[in-house]
């Protein structure tokens, strides 16, 4: 079956940098859609970022220029760079797979038990 397995989180001061990974397993890795959501504290959920088999990638306003993702096929892994970590990206952080091949969908058909992350000082 999917599992999505997220590694990474943790506290940062304000303007640090962290880097998340998503393992992968029990489907074709490379054929899915991936994209890491985040849920605040008041469970406002918010989609991050996303990116299609083909390496397209769309980002939330709230994240561009700050937040990368990426991802590795052969190791079947999903990463987000996050630089310059603001207190309002204090979330936990949610690998998440979808089979649409082309235009990935607002919700994702799976995801992982997230990983959390605090920018406090």
């Known amino acids: 079956q999917v599992q999505l397995v997220e590694s990474g989180g943790g506290s940062v001061l304000p303007g640090g940098s962290l880097r998340l990974s998503c393992s992968a397993s029990g489907f074709t890795f490379r054929a899915y859609c991936m994209g890491w959501f985040r849920q605040f504290a008041g469970s406002q959920r918010e989609k991050v970022a996303t990116i299609n088999p083909y390496d397209g990638r769309i980002y939330a306003d709230s994240v561009k220029d700050r937040f990368v993702i990426s991802k590795d096929n052969d190791q079947n892994t999903l990463y987000l760079d996050m630089k310059n970590l603001r207190p309002e990206d204090t979330a936990t952080y949610y690998c998440?797979?979808?089979?649409?091949?082309?235009?990935?969908?607002?919700?994702?058909?799976?995801r992982g038990q997230g990983t959390q992350v605090t920018v406090s000082s």
């Open positions: 998440a797979a979808d089979p649409a091949t082309m235009t990935c969908p607002p919700d994702f058909k799976f």
